[in-house]
């Protein structure tokens, strides 16, 4: 009877998965098998996420073990965990301490239990490198609170937990940071006063992009041979801005691909509107409250 249950339920995720999500690139439906297939072409892959959301969390999962299935040489490369823990993601990986103490100690996501440990511990199980990519958020916290005079005030130890370089971009990235900051406020636009009180809410933005793009950067120069999934929140690379952009221009050799998402309410037709935002557009249903924001809301506490 558990085996039948099983069964049913994997059969009825099979179906919802299927059901509900529909993958687009240069503006034609491919399948998920036909993802994977192009994104052998690639050295590195975003995939922009909505952090809430299960159908997203549960394709993450299934590219990942797709993927592996096609070239095992992987590294899965995460937001979610920054780099003053790598040593402990690493002991973890290694069998070296127990998951309690792993989790007690490198700061875990509210939401690890359910959509990221799926993808840790299938690193684990077949021995993938997991790169702990992000900017401890206490520093961007303190350049958001004293602005960039303050990096160089840290000790050296300390440094080696954020990019070598920040690099505040004006342009596109600035422009829609500033609308959604606008929007998570509730203004209309951003006015001047608002736009000056925001400069230091944005450099603090481009320092996540920075570290994440170096340690992406620094992995691959070590290992030159391996195909990096990196898996963020949507607006640190939608449209090839934010963290792809800062990659790129870090290593222009690189051939980076952006998989997007596209967040449509139940009951809509699942079709493409903006092809722009990635090389891969996973179109979906999403369940979106009342005065909920589709973009991710910048914390730096």
Request: aromatic fraction near 10%; hydrophobic fraction near 40%; glycine fraction near 2%.
């Amino acid at each position: 009877m558990k085996k039948f249950c099983s069964l049913l339920l994997l059969i009825i995720s099979f179906f919802f998965l299927k059901a509900e999500y529909k993958i687009y690139t240069d503006s034609t439906e491919i399948k998920l098998p036909q993802l994977v297939d192009k994104l052998q072409a690639y050295d590195v892959i975003f995939f922009g996420e909505i952090h809430d959301d299960s159908l997203l969390h549960n394709i993450e999962f299934q590219l990942l073990k797709k993927m592996f299935e096609k070239d095992p040489r992987l590294c899965v490369s995460l937001e979610m965990f920054e780099r003053d823990v790598q040593h402990l993601l690493n002991n973890y990986l290694q069998d070296q301490v127990s998951e309690k103490e792993f989790l007690q100690k490198s700061r875990p996501w509210p939401n690890y239990q359910t959509d990221y440990r799926p993808l840790v511990e299938f690193a684990k199980q077949n021995s993938l490198p997991v790169l702990a990519a992000n900017v401890p958020r206490r520093y961007a916290a303190l350049l958001n609170k004293h602005g960039k005079s303050v990096l160089d005030s840290l000790q050296a130890a300390e440094k080696e937990f954020i990019a070598d370089s920040l690099v505040v971009t004006e342009g596109e990235y600035k422009e829609r940071f500033l609308q959604t900051m606008a929007s998570n406020m509730g203004l209309q636009q951003v006015s001047h006063i608002h736009h000056k009180m925001l400069e230091s809410v944005y450099a603090a933005q481009c320092l996540k992009d920075d570290t994440m793009a170096e340690s992406i950067a620094n992995f691959i120069q070590k290992n030159p041979q391996t195909k990096v999934i990196h898996y963020n929140g949507e607006f640190h690379s939608d449209y090839h801005l934010g963290t792809a952009q800062k990659l790129k221009s870090m290593s222009p050799e690189l051939k980076i691909s952006v998989i997007a998402t596209q967040p449509l309410s139940f009951g809509s037709e699942l079709k493409l509107i903006d092809a722009d935002k990635g090389d891969f557009i996973i179109v979906f249903h999403r369940k979106i409250k009342e005065n909920q924001t589709k973009m991710p809301k910048f914390q730096y506490e």
